[in-house]
Nanobody
Framework: QVQLVESGGGLVQAGGSLRLSCVASGRTFSRYTMAWFRQAPGKDRDLAAA????????SYADSVKGRFTISRDNAKNTVYLQMNSLKPEDTAVYYC?????????????????WGQGTQVTVSS
């Protein structure tokens, strides 16, 4: 069992930055592909960014490429999402997720564990 706890959300003006953190319990964090999904009101939960176990492979939604950076520190059981040049359309609840799939995956059904989410609100 893996428990995920997100932090770092909040209210920011357009053009600003936030860094989300997700701390995982357990000793097998380094075996999991990790991801950040986001869900805006009335919309589906979609991938923002994902990273494989070593950090050597990443995947981003087209809408965040060049603005968001996902990284991980396996020694600290933590995955990060650095969000720069934020836009109002980035407003959503952001969820951390862990998958046993070895390769980076964008599919929600392939993620086994989820955090409770952290709200990010970008004002115009």
């Amino acid at each position: 069992q893996v428990q995920l706890v997100e932090s770092g959300g909040g209210l920011v003006q357009a053009g600003g930055s936030l860094r989300l953190s997700c701390v995982a319990s357990g000793r097998t964090f380094s075996r999991y592909t990790m991801a950040w999904f986001r869900q805006a009101p009335g919309k589906d939960r979609d991938l923002a960014a994902a990273i494989n176990w070593s950090g050597g492979s990443t995947s981003y939604a087209d809408s965040v490429k060049g603005r968001f950076t996902i990284s991980r520190d396996n020694a600290k059981n933590t995955v990060y999402l650095q969000m720069n040049s934020l836009k109002p359309e980035d407003t959503a609840v952001y969820y951390c997720a862990a998958s046993r799939v070895v390769t980076v995956t964008r599919e929600t059904y392939e993620y086994d564990y989820w955090g409770q989410g952290t709200q990010v609100t970008v004002s115009s």
